[in-house]
């Protein structure tokens, strides 16, 4: 199933399948390793579901929804 980021669930496996920010945000969600193609997990959100927390090429990320809204992810 195609999906934002913003829409998995905590404990829910994925990988990213596209990333739509242009710019400056492109380049900073590119930076952090976040491009098609990488494997990750939602490893928890915080109690009003920003930010999230990532788990991915061993090691954990925390990213605002305002940015996990620009990459599409193939869950599993």
């Not at 905590?10 to 098609?36: F, H, K, W, Y």
């Not at 090429?57 to 599409?72: H, M, P, V």
């Amino acid at each position: 199933m195609v999906m934002s980021m913003r829409k998995m669930s905590v404990n829910q496996c994925g990988q990213i399948r596209q990333v739509t920010a242009s710019g400056e945000m492109g380049r900073r969600i590119r930076d952090m390793g976040l491009v098609p193609g990488t494997d990750l997990m939602v490893v928890g959100r915080a109690p009003l579901q920003d930010p999230v927390a990532l788990r991915m090429k061993g090691f954990t990320l925390s990213l605002r929804n305002s940015e996990a809204d620009f990459i599409t992810v193939e869950a599993k």
